[in-house]
DNA sequence: TCAAAAGTGTTCCACTTACACCCATGT
DNA sequence: ACATGGGTGTAAGTGGAACACTTTTGA
């Protein structure tokens, strides 16, 4: 969608994250244009005529992965991230939380799209490692208090799911008792009687979030 | 780097709070033109040339107040506040926290300011009381873990001079032990050897804050 | 000596943390 | 029968909430 031209005075730029193989990763896109061409950078755009910011990013999310109704919030506005944007220029951040097998990346030839963990980032066009890391303390302040992690789920998991993808977030093991206890008590969640039999051993219970919209505590 | 041209639709609102006789309040603007002619708005203007987010809203409390150097921090960005401004216009809210005494306001027969107390609002422009609302809330969450009060109270102060203004903000009384022993215990503050004499009761132990800048826990 | 605000401790409860073994299933 | 991941309880420690009296001063 948006290669060359002006840089728009008021761009949405949308952090995209989900978790797969044990890891937290985020979508990159590839620059193929300078500034920073080869670089790699955070999704956005401009913000297009009658557009609220909120729908800005619900389109920018979709046209990259096309993935709707997932968690998206906004997260900071930068005027300082593109030293090459005109004077003036501001940079909305939102990021939202999809689930990897749920996406279906655009295919470009120019501007790329790719996955990458946060742990190992590639070189990164602007000053979007602050972007990157701010969304990383956020989402990790978010899921001690709110159902966030629905949108990385399926509708229907295991308590080990769950907590996997906990522990991919934070970065480090918890204690399976106390996680069960804790989550549980939140009342996020709902037991099913349903369980998912997968392979040579113990069943395990299935459950789902009792909201899969955004709930706070 | 293209030269400027026409302002960006980048407004600037800085929430300016203050707390006076045990209440928490608003500067706030009264509208002298249309559209909500009349009514009273958040502080607020556009964004200079070459100018941050950060400086805007540092520049705009400074004329507004001649206050420097207090807790000034971004709140949230909307992009439908205003009904009559031009389509793809954001607003970058701030909040700041003043001291009542410390502020100079600006002398103007349009647009003059006033202070309003938050459970009494008078008829609000756009739709700021969903600005302020959300000041509020942040405010209190802040006021548990960071030392955003330094900025209410003057360098050295009483613990209950600390505890009104903690009481002011979230609108309900305290317990004087428990409040003590917390604030203490969060080495935000440091004991002073001094005390403050008002009257013909035992005198209070002046307290500082150890930091007067941001500090969060 | 009295009025006024400052200052001080303890108990209870809820929540967090650390920690190790048995259970149900498929091969 | 055994390997695999699922599922469970308890004790110790920590932090918050409730609660009332003594101290110091000036008038």
Chains 1, 2 share one sequence.
Do not use: C
Not at 45 to 70: H, Q, W
Not at 115 to 125: I, K, R, S
């Amino acid at each position: 969608m948006p290669p060359d031209g002006p840089p728009p005075d008021v761009a949405v730029l949308v952090v995209i994250l989900t978790v797969v193989e044990g890891e937290l990763r985020v979508l990159l896109i590839q620059r193929s244009a300078p500034p920073d061409e080869g670089a790699w950078a955070i999704p956005g755009g401009a913000l297009i005529t009658n557009e609220s910011l909120d729908a800005a990013a619900t389109r920018k999310l979709a046209e990259e992965t096309g993935v709707r109704d997932v968690f998206l919030e906004q997260l900071y506005t930068f005027s300082d991230l593109d030293d090459f944007a005109p004077a003036g220029a501001v940079a909305v951040t939102y990021f939202a939380l999809v689930r990897h097998d749920g996406v279906r990346l655009a295919e470009r030839s120019a501007w790329a799209p790719g996955w990458f963990a946060v742990n190992a980032l590639p070189v990164l066009a602007f000053h979007n490692e602050r972007v990157l890391d701010l969304a990383r303390v956020r989402l990790t302040s978010k899921l001690e208090y709110t159902n966030a992690a629905y949108s990385l789920l399926p509708e229907f998991f295991t308590m080990s799911q769950l907590q996997e993808t906990y522990e991919s977030i934070m970065g480090r093991k918890l204690d399976k008792r106390n996680f069960r206890r804790r989550v549980l008590a939140s009342d996020l969640l709902v037991v099913t009687q349903q369980t998912a039999k997968a392979g040579r051993h113990r069943p395990a219970r299935l459950y789902r979030f009792a909201s899969r919209t955004p709930v706070e505590l």
